[in-house]
């Protein structure tokens, strides 16, 4: 079983949509989750951070983590199709080693 | 605050032969990270250096190798090049537990 498991999609939703990105872990050590964004050719992109359980809100932007069921989601409201990328989620016990889902592909259509 | 850099950004190799990548922390970060990127496996942590030590190593074989200068500039080597090396390969650096900033990669392609 791998460590962190994320569906990798595609993804497609109309522009103005809520767009719901999960993922789910197995190390119930994981306190560090994070949610990057990458562009086509381009290195990931740090989006949300968040220690332990809770919801972290960033603009149109929310991070939730629940240790309890082992379960992260990032929302995305009001979705722009600047915002069609591939979404990797990330953890880590630690912090000195993380762990990365294998990435959610979204396109947001006009 | 200037990024990751990493260079070169793309590199054509042979089988056999060997490459040497390089990466440029933020300034100020001591934790250097290695990534492989591919299609199908996504990202696989490679091995991470923190202040010119190997601190964690990742499930790959020992063709892969790095090392850290002093300056947190760090270099990761792949000897013996086989197809299946042939990948987006990302350095990350940090500036403490939590967070990593990723640089844009450097693609390398094994004929």
């Known amino acids: 079983q791998k460590e962190v498991e994320q569906d990798p999609g595609p993804l497609s939703v109309p522009e103005g949509a809520i767009v719901s990105l999960n993922c789910t872990y197995s190390?119930?050590?994981?306190?560090?989750f994070m949610w990057y964004r990458q562009y086509s050719r381009k290195g990931p992109e740090l989006l949300m951070y968040t220690y332990s359980s809770g919801n972290k809100e960033d603009g149109r932007f929310t991070a939730q983590v629940d240790k309890s069921s082992k379960y992260i989601s990032l929302f995305i409201r009001d979705s722009q199709p600047s915002d069609s990328a591939t979404y990797l989620c990330?953890?880590?016990?630690?912090?000195?080693?993380?762990?990365f889902g294998t990435g959610t592909s979204l396109t947001v259509i006009p | 605050k200037a990024g990751v850099t990493q260079t070169p950004r793309y590199l054509i190799k042979t089988r056999g032969q060997q490459v040497t990548l390089s990466c440029s922390p933020i300034s100020g970060h001591r934790s250097v990270s290695w990534y492989q990127q591919t299609p199908g496996q996504g990202l696989q942590f490679l091995f991470e250096?923190?202040?010119?030590?190997?601190?964690n190593k990742g499930n790959f074989p020992g063709r892969f190798s790095g090392r850290q200068f002093s300056n947190s500039r760090s270099e990761m080597n792949v000897s013996t090049l086989e197809l299946g090396d042939s990948a987006l390969y990302l350095c990350?650096?940090?500036?403490?537990?939590?967070?990593?900033?990723f640089g844009p990669g450097t693609r390398l392609t094994v004929l």
């Open positions: 190390n119930s050590a994981f306190q560090y």
């Open positions: 990330a953890m880590s016990a630690s912090g000195n080693q993380f762990y």
């Open positions: 250096y923190f202040s010119e030590t190997q601190r």
């Open positions: 990350a650096s940090s500036p403490n537990y939590n967070e990593q900033f």
